[in-house]
Every structure is written in structure tokens, then in C-alpha cells.
């Protein structure tokens, strides 16, 4: 409440002064006792109990745990033997109390992740076994492996109706299947193609004539005595294209070769068995 004073106009100027000595000593005293009724704030209850062993949670600091329980960094650290820059990390259990209380956690810190490694797997390698060759006559040996055919919609049928004399054998430098005869004996297409080569530019295989097929095959038939076709005419599987000789060879015969994709196959592997 506030304090009033009031003064009488007939009152003397010793009375006055009396009154406000008086005044001033109350007030004083009012002062003093709120003051001295302010409750004192106890500095020991801003920390919180410390733990034996404290788990680093996500955000902490080695200093701010410190703080949060009244400690010292650096005795923290000396007790965990945490290095500057005091990195600690989630999980890791440090120590706040000296003493040998068992820890409550075996998690420990990591420094630094190991590289994941990439790791080469060898598959197993299963072999694709050599296609089963099939003959009228008697059957003989390749130094060289079976060369895989591939899957083709064509229709084959045999390009003589002759025996066979010598069959496939890159070993004797033989690229094809050779069919004995006559001459004039009627040679035949073996599969749908267009006639790519029809002359005898090369000695070796006399009269000559290719057919290229789809599926990247390309059929030979060589020592011909006279050809039916020239080249860039279309031809059908079982056409007569040319007729057996002895050009550029020793006998009369037929040399027979297929290729795919440019490398000599064994004929056996796609011709009729009959």
C-alpha cells in the first residue's frame, strides 16, 4: 500500500523533519525484509546424479554430457582414453566414474567403417555337349571340336544323291563333306538362298558356286562340270543349280562345305540323316 503523508499547514518545521525520519525508517525496513524473505537457489541441484557408465546417445557431445552431470571433460576423456578432437559416437559406453563397476553395455566404439569389398563369383561352367552325328556310312575322326550350330528355320536337304567319299576333317584340310559320282550327276541347293558366287576364280575348287542363306550360313559347291545359276538369282531348297565334275580336282566328285558366320561347320550337323 502506498504510504501517505500528510501535513498540517500549522505544523511546526520540527515536527516535519521528525516525520520524515520516521517515514524513511519504515520504508527501509519494508526493503529489507522482502529481500531477506527471497528464497536462496542451491547451485549442487542443477546436475543430474552421474552414472558409473553412460551410453552415447544420437547428438551428444563429450562436453555436454560432462556439463550435464557437473564432470570435467578432459577427466572424461582421460578416462576412456578418448583423443582430441574427442569424438565419441551412438552406442559407445563411456565412463564418468573412476572405479572398476562392470559396464552395461558391450557395445564399443568404431573409428572408421571397413570398405565393403566386391566380391567375383566363378559360376560353374556347364558344357554343351557336341551334337550326335548320325551317317549311312562309317564315321571319322576331327582334330578339331564340334563347332555349336545355330537354331535356323531353314529346311535342309542334301545337295547329292551320291555316296559319301571323305567326310569333315579340318586336320586333313577337308572343310566339307565330298560325294562321289558321275559326271552330270545332278547337284542341288541345300537350303532357300540367293547365289552370291557363280565362276571359277578359284582353282582349287574349280567350278564354284555360294549360296547365302538367312541365319548367317553360306553354302559351298565346288568341282562342278557345268553351272546352272548365276550370281544374284534366288534359288529354292532341292534345285538343281549345277551337275558333277572334276574341275580343279583329281576325281569326279562334289565338295560340300557350310559356313557360319564365316567358319567352316561339319554339314552332318544340318543335313537330313536320310
Same mark, same amino acid.
Given at each position: 500500500?502506498?504510504?501517505? @503523508?500528510?501535513?498540517?499547514?500549522?505544523?511546526? *518545521?520540527?515536527?516535519?523533519?521528525?516525520? !520524515?525520519?520516521? %517515514?524513511?525508517?519504515?520504508? =527501509?525496513?519494508?526493503? !529489507?525484509?522482502?529481500?531477506? &524473505?527471497? *528464497?536462496?537457489?542451491?547451485?549442487?541441484?542443477?546436475?543430474?546424479?552421474?552414472?558409473? @557408465?553412460?551410453?552415447? $546417445? =544420437?547428438?551428444?557431445?563429450? =562436453?555436454?554430457?560432462?556439463?550435464?552431470y557437473? !564432470?570435467?571433460?578432459?577427466?572424461?576423456?582421460?578416462?576412456?582414453?578418448?583423443?582430441?578432437?574427442?569424438?565419441?559416437?551412438?552406442?559407445? &559406453?563411456?565412463r564418468?566414474?573412476?572405479?572398476?563397476?562392470? $559396464?552395461?553395455?558391450?557395445?564399443?566404439?568404431?573409428?572408421?567403417?571397413?570398405?565393403i569389398?566386391?566380391?567375383?563369383?566363378?559360376?560353374?561352367?556347364?558344357?554343351?555337349?557336341?551334337?550326335?552325328? &548320325?551317317s549311312?556310312?562309317?564315321?571319322? %575322326?576331327?582334330? =578339331? *571340336?564340334?563347332? *555349336?550350330?545355330?537354331?535356323?528355320?531353314l529346311?535342309?536337304?542334301?545337295?547329292?544323291?551320291?555316296?559319301?567319299?571323305?567326310? @569333315?576333317?579340318?586336320?586333313?584340310?577337308?572343310?566339307?563333306?565330298?560325294?562321289?559320282?558321275?559326271?552330270?550327276?545332278p547337284?542341288?541347293?541345300?537350303?532357300?538362298?540367293?547365289?552370291?558366287?557363280?565362276?571359277?576364280?578359284?582353282?582349287?575348287?574349280?567350278?564354284?558356286?555360294?549360296?547365302?542363306?538367312?541365319?548367317?550360313?553360306?553354302?559351298?559347291?565346288?568341282?562342278?562340270?557345268?553351272?546352272?545359276?548365276?550370281?544374284?538369282?534366288?534359288?529354292?531348297?532341292?534345285?538343281?543349280?549345277?551337275?558333277?565334275?572334276?574341275?580343279?580336282?583329281?576325281?569326279?566328285?562334289?565338295? @560340300?562345305?557350310?559356313? !557360319?558366320?564365316?567358319?567352316?561347320?561339319?554339314?552332318?550337323?544340318?543335313?537330313?540323316?536320310?
Amino acid at each position: 500500500m502506498p504510504v501517505v @503523508f500528510q501535513y498540517r499547514l500549522f505544523a511546526t *518545521p520540527t515536527a516535519v523533519l521528525k516525520t !520524515l525520519v520516521l %517515514s524513511t525508517a519504515v520504508v =527501509s525496513t519494508v526493503l !529489507l525484509s522482502g529481500c531477506a &524473505s527471497k *528464497p536462496q537457489v542451491n547451485n549442487s541441484a542443477r546436475y543430474a546424479t552421474a552414472p558409473n @557408465f553412460y551410453t552415447v $546417445r =544420437s547428438g551428444d557431445t563429450l =562436453s555436454g554430457i560432462a556439463a550435464r552431470y557437473g !564432470l570435467s571433460y578432459l577427466s572424461i576423456a582421460e578416462m576412456n582414453d578418448i583423443a582430441p578432437p574427442y569424438r565419441i559416437y551412438v552406442g559407445q &559406453s563411456i565412463r564418468l566414474k573412476s572405479g572398476n563397476a562392470p $559396464r552395461t553395455t558391450t557395445t564399443r566404439p568404431v573409428t572408421q567403417a571397413a570398405p565393403i569389398q566386391r566380391q567375383t563369383v566363378t559360376l560353374p561352367t556347364t558344357p554343351t555337349p557336341a551334337p550326335v552325328i &548320325s551317317s549311312t556310312t562309317t564315321t571319322t %575322326s576331327s582334330s =578339331s *571340336p564340334a563347332t *555349336p550350330v545355330r537354331s535356323s528355320s531353314l529346311r535342309w536337304v542334301k545337295p547329292s544323291q551320291g555316296a559319301v567319299i571323305e567326310h @569333315f576333317n579340318l586336320a586333313s584340310n577337308v572343310k566339307g563333306t565330298r560325294y562321289g559320282g558321275n559326271v552330270g550327276d545332278p547337284i542341288y541347293a541345300a537350303a532357300d538362298g540367293q547365289v552370291v558366287y557363280a565362276a571359277d576364280g578359284l582353282k582349287e575348287y574349280g567350278n564354284l558356286i555360294l549360296i547365302k542363306h538367312i541365319d548367317g550360313y553360306i553354302t559351298a559347291y565346288a568341282h562342278n562340270s557345268k553351272m546352272n545359276v548365276n550370281s544374284g538369282q534366288n534359288v529354292t531348297a532341292g534345285q538343281k543349280i549345277a551337275e558333277m565334275g572334276s574341275s580343279g580336282a583329281t576325281r569326279t566328285m562334289l565338295e @560340300f562345305q557350310v559356313r !557360319l558366320d564365316g567358319k567352316p561347320i561339319n554339314p552332318t550337323n544340318v543335313l537330313p540323316i536320310n
